[in-house]
């Protein structure tokens, strides 16, 4: 079975930044796309970025130029680095598959001062 274990979120002042990690068990990560998703209170989950086994990488332009996701295979872990954080990034983060399986607990990110 999947698990999928998100770390590094934490309350931050507008214009901060975060580095969440994703680590991945059982899944042959190196072989998969893998996705940063979030849901912000009251709405529904969104794909904030992608990146693929050969780690060609996308964002949506919300984020573009302030979010970077990157992996390491070796270590079966995906991470997204948030720098410029704004008030509207608040919302519970996750990773996944692209498309997405089972979810895990996700990780907690507040941008406010």
């Known amino acids: 079975q999947v698990q999928l274990v998100e770390s590094g979120g934490g309350l931050v002042q507008p214009g901060g930044s975060l580095r969440l990690s994703c680590a991945v068990f059982?899944?042959?990560?190196?072989?998969?796309?893998m996705g940063w998703y979030r849901q912000a209170p009251g709405r529904q989950s969104e794909l904030v970025s992608r990146?693929?086994?050969?780690?060609?990488?996308n964002v949506v332009d919300f984020v573009k130029g302030r979010f970077t996701i990157s992996r390491d295979n070796a270590k079966n872990t995906m991470y997204l680095q948030m720098n410029s954080l704004k008030p509207e990034d608040t919302a519970v983060y996750y990773c996944n598959h692209v498309p997405p399986g089972h979810w895990g607990q996700g990780t907690q990110v507040t941008v406010s001062s």
């Open positions: 990146i693929t086994s050969g780690s060609s990488t």
């Open positions: 059982g899944s042959i990560f190196r072989l998969w796309t």
